[in-house]
């Protein structure tokens, strides 16, 4: 019998820890590690810390999922990495799949307004269209984040909305929501559809995920 792990690395939302994926639940064949947020050096490009991440995934052929703005970093990540599956969830996959109000951020640099150094409070989240929309799942995500850095804050905001990537790589995996009002699903194509689900639905949706995922790890 095969007894032999398949390692999987969790990268969390834009400011988020750990904590968001306690609904995420796998059969013990399967060890999963969570990459926390590093503090970005100081005019650190994308691909620079994406390649120090990568550095932080120590099997070869493992599975690499990103979550939001994490979706993001994977997806930079994996040019680094030899793996086994590239899975974002609530993300995408390049920057023609970015709502409207995002790409006018890009624009008039309006993420600069910002008060990072106050914390994202729910207001601005809402108001940059990079949170959730309702009172009740913008409570909810709240409680997750816990990278209160300025200059991470400060880098992650600018590093979202000026996204590059205008051609998706070939082999990412898409699960999202048909109700997340972040990244809209009619801007999004070629994924995997979660019925109901928000842009928060890591924490409220754990066991359909955790099905899906397990779907396409043995596929």
Known sequence: MNSEKTHIYFVPGMAAGSEIFRNIKFPENYEVHILEWLIPEKNESLEAYAKRMARRVKEKDAILIGVSFGGVVVQEMSQFLKLRKLIIISSVKSRNELPRRMKLASLTKAYK??????????????????????????????????????????????????????????????????????????????????????HIMILNKGREISQKLLEIFEE
């Open 113 to 198: 307004l910002i008060p990072t150094s106050l914390v994202l409070s729910a207001d601005d989240l809402t108001k940059y269209s990079i949170g959730p929309k309702t009172k009740k799942r913008l409570s909810l995500y709240q409680q997750y984040l816990h990278v209160r850095d300025k200059q991470y804050l400060d880098w992650a905001l600018e590093k979202m909305v000026n996204w590059s990537r205008r051609e998706k790589i070939n082999n990412v995996l898409h699960i999202h929501g048909d109700k997340d009002m972040v990244f809209p699903s009619k801007y999004i194509s070629d994924y995997e559809v979660i019925k109901g689900g928000t």
